[in-house]
């Protein structure tokens, strides 16, 4: 089993930068692929970023040039930050994680590919 806790959320004003963490327990961590996933108020749960066991790296569109995805695999960690944030960023921010030493990572933006989540972190931002 693969327990995924977020931190790092938090209240910014809009143009500032905030760097979210994802520590896993449990697993194989250098197996793992990891994404982040968001969702605001009243709104559906949609795809961020996501990172591969190799560090490949994927992106929404609304993330491309302002986010960055990265892991640590000694730490045990996947970050993702942000920079040039805005208010429709403002979502509780989800990391999810699946096994991919053997089935592959072909549906990154899928929330489905996943088997394990995180509880949520909630990022505010103001205009």
């Known amino acids: 089993q693969v327990h995924l806790v977020e931190s790092g959320g938090g209240l910014v004003q809009a143009g500032d930068s905030l760097r979210l963490s994802c520590a896993a327990t449990?697993?194989?961590?250098?197996?793992?692929?990891v994404g982040w996933f968001r969702q605001a108020p009243g709104e559906e749960r949609e795809f961020v970023s996501a990172?591969?066991?190799?560090?490949?790296?994927f992106y929404a569109d609304s993330a491309k040039g302002r986010f960055t995805i990265s892991r640590d695999n000694a730490k045990k960690m996947v970050y993702l930050q942000m920079d040039s944030l805005n208010h429709e960023d403002t979502a509780v921010y989800f990391c999810?994680?699946?096994?991919?030493?053997?089935?592959?990572?072909?549906?990154?933006?899928?929330?489905?590919?996943?088997?394990?989540w995180g509880q949520g972190t909630q990022v505010t931002v103001s205009s």
């Open positions: 999810a994680a699946v096994h991919t030493i053997i089935t592959g990572f072909t549906r990154p933006s899928s929330m489905d590919t996943y088997n394990s």
């Open positions: 990172i591969s066991r190799t560090s490949n790296t």
């Open positions: 449990g697993g194989t961590f250098s197996r793992l692929a």
